[in-house]
Each structure stands twice: as structure tokens, then as C-alpha cells.
Nanobody
Framework: QVQLVESGGGLVQAGGSLRLSCAAS????????VGWFRQAPGKEREFVAT????????YYADSVKGRFTITRDNAKNTAYLQMNSLKPEDTAIYYC???????????????WGQGTQVTVSS
């Protein structure tokens, strides 16, 4: 029903910045909460940030709070993750997801993108 495509990943030095984009299909995107998750090799997928349908509410994992900012532009069917002050431990595949609830648990999200690689060198 909803297709999501991430972009903007790449290689960056520690302390640098990247902005990830999540382009969504369909006219119902604006009704969904959006979450960003990441998965490093050999590790479980972890929550990064989420935003509700209206952008009135956001929530971040403690590990990224103050460094990452999640936003969305419903008119463009796009969500973003601005990542500043990147650290090597931020290296992971980053996924965007859409769901019917504003939540930090991945199980609440029904639609997932293919992921984009972020690599932070020390």
C-alpha cells in the first residue's frame, strides 16, 4: 500500500553531517506516523526517532538526542532525518518506516523502506 525509499546515506567523517530522506508513495502518507530505525552488523535493529502525522510530536533515542532531528513534509510525501555530530557508532543501515501509531517499537510500523547505508569514519 505504502512504498518508502530512503536516500542520502554515504560515508562521512566523525563530526560531520548527513541528511537522510524517505520518499513515500500514495496520498495516505500524511495519516501515518514515521519512524527511523537503524541496524549495525551483528546487532538488533534499534529505534532512532519517530514523528507523528502532524509533526506535533517527536521522540528520539537517547543515543541520538540532541544530534539528530526528524522532520516531515506531508505535501512532498517525504520524511527526513538530519544527522549532525556523527559518531562511528552511528554506522548502520538506516530504515524509515510508516505506521498507524506514534511509537518507538518497530512492531507498530507496517511499511518499511529498503534502507540506506551510513558509514562514519573516525
Amino acid at each position: 500500500q505504502v512504498q518508502l525509499v530512503e536516500s542520502g546515506g554515504g560515508l562521512v567523517q566523525a563530526g560531520g553531517s548527513l541528511r537522510l530522506s524517505c520518499a513515500a508513495s500514495g496520498r495516505t502518507f500524511s495519516s501515518y506516523a514515521v519512524g527511523w530505525f537503524r541496524q549495525a552488523p551483528g546487532k538488533e535493529r534499534e529505534f532512532v526517532a519517530t514523528i507523528n502525522w502532524s509533526s506535533a510530536s517527536t521522540y528520539y533515542a537517547d543515543s541520538v538526542k540532541g544530534r539528530f532531528t526528524i522532520t516531515r513534509d506531508n505535501a512532498k510525501n517525504t520524511a527526513y532525518l538530519q544527522m549532525n555530530s556523527l559518531k562511528p557508532e552511528d554506522t548502520a543501515i538506516y530504515y524509515c518506516a510508516a505506521g498507524n501509531a506514534y511509537h518507538s517499537d518497530s512492531g507498530w510500523y507496517d511499511y518499511w523502506g529498503q534502507g540506506t547505508q551510513v558509514t562514519v569514519s573516525s
